[in-house]
């Protein structure tokens, strides 16, 4: 698969991910430079070891925790980047860092009043940020990976116990409490305030490195493993103060037990594509060493004869969760986000990849071999030897880091300057609206002059269904609703989404300002004017003020949801009494004459619709994963049980071609169910995305007013038929416009098999599809196999000579019809839409007879069968040509 798991993506509205942000990037740099210098010249350093650990820990590590948790909450929870803007963490971060420096200099200088001092401000700036978190989290509609969230707050809390507990030890007490405190504040500070965070972030990042679904079970298992580790450390902490072996023992046991449980959805991912790149080494070599640091500690709990001997030799402990844990996820993490932060492009990304393996393997050798030897009773020349061998595989990170980062701008302005854009995603492009079968047009101001309830001079009368504006003082101030209509016309009369009133004048000279008030419970609505002149996405219920400010010239606004606008959600605002427009006098403050009726000035930069730029001489890269086209197995079972979860996920649908697609169970298309005649599909269709969707079988026949009804962002339902008639039917959204949701990769098949239907040696699936900006108008972008273009080309079907293979085949449009083909091959049996058309146990055409393409047009299925004759690689296509040299073209290997 190109993609399954929700990676971090910018929230809408976020700063364009390229952009450079010395706080965040710099700090952490800086202190592991400082740490690598301080261990070059460690014999000259009063507290030289006690510096590096807390230069890493508590100056690199802390400062990407913030950076990166911050970072992962606001592209998990989706919700508005300014409940925290950016000179807000700035001053956060300065805080930090000052509270650091504060630190290092008091502990080693014994002024404790200075230590005390940068302690707090640690201590503030970390809760303020887990107060920052808690806000997002109020403020984000319910959806997966809050878990993640709540491992950033549980490690928050630990922080400050920690750093209190520092600041004591910094005062001197007797060598046996010396010894208990410096177990808790260790403890609390590796296994909670940075381990608590690892664990949460490894849920998503560590199968979105890998490029690959993540394990089902992984947020379930997260939610019951986070208690266990918050009580666990809490028992370790409490044991190790009042110096309580065994209950120190068992916390430790019961917080690696409750990791050990959360991390076994690491290793289904792992299985499914083993690490290949830097990145996912240097994280894997990380994870192992956490798991030895705990081990090593609960070995000197369970076996020193008291609390002192337990920190006897304490440095190797530190060393293997600093070093070899801490380090090693944080270089690891860094060389998968900075390409990604970086961004330009899945070329531009790949470039930033190869230079962050430059070395890979030999880095992680020189880290991981010599550190695991230093850990040996050798001498202590050796082990000299060893630990300079760590230090250079470590230090050589930050030239190789300099060196990409350098490489990456190199090749993101290059490919800005040389090739359209072809990132597809935008924060106005969400995804799409309750559907309808009849859009409403606007009423056009002009067409009307005035529109009930908004003549000049008159108090805005409520409209019955959609959005509010009015006037105010010597300015007009217009009431709007948002409504939508569902496409069946469930209680309402057909049409689309609309705003009542549709349109407004006002006087030139005036001050216009919007009241917007979504009425519509189906999905989220908003008003876009410019880039400057915008409302939020509002949930039902929800209202917004825009001021508009003095108007001189006409404006036309829209909603910005995919697809809205063409369904009618527009507002047209006509200026009366003053100069036409292109002639309006330029006026300190007035905002008309920028963007005419004809000129979309869309929010990221996008005029009108978005466009897919293909480039021809792109290929897939070699490690490329394709959609697995082989069908499902059949089981025992007579009911499935089927959660689909909705989500918008940013993939690669050509070579070089990103789009966010809106999937059904992170893959798009959609799994692939497989049954029997007879068979009862239960499928809870939970709705993660940030606009509303729906879900239509055509594998079952039942009124579809309540199964089929679009829900709201955070919603769920139940959708139970039972497949009563063979064939591979069509399942897909019919929110509308639907066909901008089944071309955003909302479908998926269906497969039912015929009673009595030959067993044959390979059975594969293949939807064909098309791609095409934000609305299904005109001439695709790309066409596809199973949702990517040409990715049968680099990742081959494979089958043996002799062998019988199947292909169940289904065009899922929304346009386009589909030719299917063989090229050197021929079908001696077809099945089209419920009957043999050629073989099967009535032989129809006889033995002699053959087909060469299955005919479909949208909404249509079937299958084929044939045997290959000789080794070679056989083309298969959409005859439509033009469809197949966009993508709907693959290869089947044959041995």
């Not at 971060?93 to 230590?115: N, Y």
């Not at 197995?633 to 089927?642: A, K």
């Amino acid at each position: 698969m190109t993609s399954h798991v929700p990676s971090p993506q910018p929230a809408p509205n976020a700063r364009p991910k390229g952009g450079a942000w010395a706080m965040r990037d710099h700090p952490g740099l800086l202190w592991m430079v400082t740490a690598v210098i301080t261990a070059a010249v460690h014999p000259f350093v009063p507290d030289s070891t006690w510096l590096m650990v807390h230069m890493v820990a508590l100056g690199a590590l802390t400062h990407s925790i913030m950076v990166w948790s911050t970072h992962f909450t606001v592209s998990l929870l989706k919700n508005d980047p300014d409940i925290d803007v950016r000179a807000t963490q700035n001053r956060r971060l300065v805080l930090l860092h000052l509270g650091v420096i504060g630190v290092l200099v008091g502990v080693p200088t014994t002024w404790w009043w200075l230590t005390l001092a940068g302690a707090g401000a640690v201590v503030v700036a970390v809760v303020w940020h887990g107060w920052q978190l808690v806000r997002r989290l109020r403020g984000a509609l319910p959806g997966r990976f809050r878990i993640v969230v709540h491992h950033y707050l549980a490690s928050a809390a630990f922080l400050p116990v920690g750093a209190t507990l520092g600041v004591l030890l910094a005062r001197g007490y007797s060598e046996e409490m010396h010894a208990r405190m410096t177990l808790a504040h260790s403890l609390v500070n590796v296994l909670g305030w940075v381990g608590i965070t690892v664990a949460g972030t490894l849920i998503t990042l560590w199968p979105t490195i890998l490029r690959v679904r993540m394990d089902p079970a992984a947020e379930r298992r997260a939610t019951q493993a986070l208690p266990g580790l918050v009580a666990g450390l809490s028992v370790a902490v409490v044991g190790a103060l009042v110096g309580w072996r065994w209950v120190l023992l068992a916390g430790v046991l019961g917080y690696l037990v409750a990791l050990l449980w959360t991390g076994r959805s690491l290793v289904a991912p792992a299985r499914a594509k083993p690490p290949m790149h830097f990145a996912s080494w240097s994280v894997a070599a990380g994870a192992v060493w956490f798991l030895v640091g705990i081990a090593m500690v609960a070995w000197r709990v369970a076996t020193a004869p008291d609390m002192t001997a337990m920190t006897a030799g304490y440095g190797r402990v530190a060393a293997v969760l600093i070093v070899g844990f801490g380090l090693q996820v944080l270089c690891g993490a860094l060389s998968h986000l900075v390409p990604a932060v970086i961004g330009g492009g899945p070329k531009v990304v790949r470039v930033g990849i190869q230079a962050f393996d430059r070395l890979g393997m030999t880095r992680i050798v020189i880290i991981n071999v010599p550190l695991a030897l230093s850990l040996l009773p050798v001498p202590s020349g050796t082990r000299v030897v060893l630990t300079t061998l760590v230090l250079i595989g470590l230090a050589a990170f930050i030239p190789i880091m300099l060196i990409a980062v350098k490489r990456l701008v190199v090749a993101r302005r290059a490919a800005a300057t040389s090739t359209p854009t072809r990132a597809v995603t935008s924060s106005w492009a969400g995804p799409r609206p309750p559907g309808c079968s009849i859009p409403l047009p606007p009423h056009a101001a002009h067409g009307r002059r005035h529109p009930r309830g908004t003549r000049p001079g008159r108090r805005a009368r409520p409209p019955t269904c959609a959005r509010r504006w009015q006037r105010r003082g010597r300015g007009t101030r217009d009431e709007r609703h948002a409504d939508g209509r569902d496409h069946h016309g469930r209680g309402r009369r057909p049409g689309g989404h609309v705003l009542l009133p549709s349109g407004v004048e006002v006087p030139a000279g005036d001050r216009l300002v919007i009241e917007l008030t979504n009425e519509d419970g189906g999905t989220v609505h908003d008003l876009h004017l410019d880039e400057e002149t915008s409302t939020p996405r509002l949930a039902k219920g929800e209202s917004a003020t825009l001021d508009v400010g003095i108007v001189g010239d006409d404006r036309e606004g829209w909603c910005t949801v995919t697809g809205h606008k063409a369904m009618g959600m527009t507002f047209d605002i006509a200026v009366i009494g003053g100069a036409t427009a292109g002639d309006a006098p330029s006026e300190p403050g007035a905002t008309g004459g920028s963007v005419g009726a004809g000129t979309h000035s869309m929010p990221g930069g996008a005029s009108g619709d978005d466009a897919l730029a293909l480039d021809p001489g792109e290929k897939w890269p070699e490690d490329h994963e394709a959609y697995d086209a082989t069908l499902p197995p059949l089981g025992d079972e007579t009911t499935h049980r089927v959660t689909l979860r909705v989500q918008d996920v940013e993939m690669e649908v050509a070579p070089g071609v990103t789009q966010t697609r809106w999937t059904f169970g992170d893959t798009a298309p959609g799994p692939v169910l497989h049954g029997r005649v007879g068979d009862r599909f239960v499928i809870t269709l939970v709705n993660d995305g940030s606009i509303g969707h729906s879900i239509d079988f055509h594998a079952g026949a039942l009124a579809p007013d309540r199964p089929m009804r679009t829900i709201a962002p955070g919603e769920e339902l139940t959708y139970t038929f039972t497949a009563e008639r063979a064939g591979i039917w069509m399942y897909h959204c019919s929110t509308m416009p639907m066909s901008t949701h089944i071309t955003k990769g909302m479908h998926g098949a269906v497969v039912i098999e015929p009673p009595d239907l030959p067993e044959v040696d390979r059975s594969y699936v293949l939807t064909a599809s098309e791609i095409y900006g934000d609305t299904a108008d005109g001439t695709p972008a790309a066409t596809t196999f199973n949702g990517s273009a040409f990715q049968y080309d680099a990742d081959q079907l494979t089958a043996k000579v002799g062998e019988r293979v199947r292909f169940w085949v289904l065009d899922a449009g929304p346009n386009g019809p589909l030719s299917f083909h063989v090229v050197g091959g021929q079908f001696d049996t077809v099945w089209r839409e419920g009957a043999y058309t050629l073989g099967g146990p009535d032989e129809v055409g006889g033995p002699s007879t053959g087909s060469q393409a299955l005919g479909l047009l949208p909404g249509q299925g079937g299958f084929v069968e044939l045997s290959f004759p000789e080794p070679g690689h056989y083309p298969f296509v959409n005859h439509v040509m033009s469809a197949a040299e966009k993508g709907a073209h693959g290869v089947v290997r044959v041995r």
